[in-house]
């Protein structure tokens, strides 16, 4: 018969050597890890940036304007007596001189009537001499009372009349030689000639109405460009003048600057010498006209221009790169660093970008030092490592 043992071992005793050794284990594995880890957090690293100092510079401000080129003469070639083209004497799309020979209609016709107003000049002439003997014989003989008071009256009349009739005759030969010189067609000014809009042996019609265009001639340099001023600037500008800021261009002429569509900068240099007299109410603008040098001719009207006048008198302003210029919800900041190296958040007021850098109205002075590369690595009160560089870009100042 087996005996029963004295006392039986619990079940979860049973199992306690193997719960003992997982736990163990466990805490091996956790002081390992803890061993691996115990060393401090490395430490972040400082930033790299640039900062430069704003450019101090006695500036003025620009306003913007879209204008087209003009010629500063545009003529159109008519003929002013009718006839046959006999000959074109210039070349097409070149340049011609005032005084140049363009076209030339068949004067024979205008001859003809040269002659025969010649011949009547004769007559007349000799008319009033004929005339001129009788008023004298008539005196004479009035004297001898030879003659009527009546008859003595009718001569002297006569030979007014007949010498009237000479400068009459003598007023036809200058109108016929002066259609006569019409029929050689030249440029009245200097210019760039179009092509010729009729050809030889074609006829056209001359005289006040209803003429024949022949061609057109453009005068190139120097060229306007004519461009619209809004109200606001117009009273913006008389305000200005009223304030001995900036002279008006109703009184002076005042610098323009100007680029085309392909041009970067401001490259052509002139200067405003018309402002028109009345404010257009369609529009609300007003037509002012700057004049440009244009020497090597390469500037044609019609031309889309951007014209820039000053905007402003002479102020004392501070410059930036554009690049250091950060967008907080609409508002314009900077970071500049304080005498321990830490980023400070600086709101500025900005102005218009000039020669590639941007004026600041407000919000800088000129010995901040301000952050222009490493931005996106700043953060308010970070200390930085800081290198010093100029605020004007490199390849601006090649």
Known sequence: MQRAPLFRIPHTLRRMPALMGLLMMSCMVSCKRGAAGSGAPPAAATPEVTVAKPIAKRLKDWDEFTGRLTARDRVEIHSRVSGYITKVSFKEGTEV???????????????????????????ARIAAELA????????????GQAISVEESERRLK???????????????????????????????????????????????????????????????????????????????????????????????????EMSLINEDGWPHKGEVDFVDNQLNPATGTIRARAVFPNADRLMAPGFFAKVRIPGSGEYDGLLIRDSAVGDDQGSSFVWVLDEKDQAVYRPIA??????????????????????VLGLMSVRNGV????????????AATK
């Open 350 to 371: 900005l102005g218009p970008l000039l020669d590639g850098l941007r004026v600041v109205r407000s919000g800088l002075k000129p010995e901040d030092r301000v952050v």
């Open 97 to 123: 001189k005032a005084g140049d020979l363009l076209f030339t209609i068949d004067p024979r016709p205008y001859e003809a009537i040269v002659e025969r107003a010649e011949a009547m000049l004769s007559q």
């Open 158 to 256: 006569s030979a007014t009349g007949e010498l009237a009739g000479v400068r009459g005759a003598e007023a036809a030969l200058r109108a016929a030689k002066l259609d006569l010189e019409f029929t050689q067609i030249r440029a009245p000014i200097s210019g760039r000639i179009s092509d010729a809009r009729v050809t030889e042996g074609n006829l056209v019609s001359g005289g006040n109405q209803n003429t024949t265009l022949l061609t057109t001639i453009v005068e190139l340099d120097p060229i306007y460009c004519e461009i619209e001023a809004d109200e606001r600037s117009v009273l913006k500008y008389r305000e200005m003048h009223k304030n001995g800021e900036r002279v008006s261009a109703m009184f002076e002429k005042i610098p323009a």
């Open 383 to 394: 200390k930085v490592n800081a290198t010093v560089t100029d605020m004007l870009p490199a």
């Open 132 to 143: 001129g003997v009788e008023a004298k014989n008539a005196t004479a003989l009035r004297q």
